[in-house]
């Protein structure tokens, strides 16, 4: 269930999934949800909720994202993207999905997995683009300016590209596994969990 809470204290609850929620983003307009019934649900401000997608194996929707004019989410080892036309595409991967994120502009998802990302125009016929480094990427940023994409990884590091030139680098030295970041409001510097 979802608790929303307005300024004078008051509580809704909007109940969205018949298990649980295993993942969760949100843009100005709406919440998006992934449940373990294989179930996508917008749901807006007033608690008013909507079945985006029905995954048709009723697996577990692992990952959510929310870009400007899209939602991806993931099942497995594959990644679908819902436009606001309202279809839906899929990629398939070699392994399960460890993150989602749309580019800051356009209609560019990257796709985190074991051995690097994938970069996919949903839109386009193009062959999805891969950044590839050894090892299980658990998360995917893009960088503000949408010139640098940046994964937390099973070991305790981040790995990095530069897109222009797909040059990469590593950021190592973390005391603990890396599970959360996000860039300061310039874009200059990345902020991270993983160490004191």
Do not use: C
């Not at 990257?110 to 996919?120: E, F, K, Q």
């Not at 409001?185 to 160490?195: C, I, P, R, Y």
Request: hydrophobic share 40%; net charge neutral.
């Amino acid at each position: 269930a979802l608790l929303f809470v307005a300024p004078d204290g008051a509580e809704q609850r909007v109940t969205v999934h018949t298990g649980g929620v295993l993942s969760v983003a949100a843009d100005s307009a709406r919440i998006v949800t992934g449940g373990d019934d294989g179930k996508v649900v917008a749901t807006n401000a007033k608690g008013e909720s909507e079945t985006l997608a029905t995954d048709a194996k009723h697996r577990w929707i692992d990952r959510i994202a929310v870009g400007p004019d899209a939602v991806a989410w993931s099942a497995g080892k594959q990644a679908f993207v819902r436009t606001a036309k309202g279809e839906t595409k899929s990629l398939d991967l070699p392994s399960s999905v460890g993150g989602l994120a749309f580019s800051p502009k356009g209609l560019r998802l990257a796709v985190a997995h074991y051995g690097g990302v994938t970069l996919w125009f949903p839109n386009a016929q193009a062959a999805p683009e891969m950044f590839a480094w050894k090892g299980s990427h658990l998360d995917v940023m893009f960088s503000p300016d949408g010139k640098f994409l940046v994964t937390t990884m099973q070991e305790s590091t981040l790995h990095g590209w530069r897109l222009a030139d797909a040059k990469d680098m590593r950021m190592s030295g973390y005391s603990a596994k890396v599970r959360s970041m996000a860039w300061t409001a310039d874009g200059k510097s990345l902020a991270t969990s993983g160490s004191e």
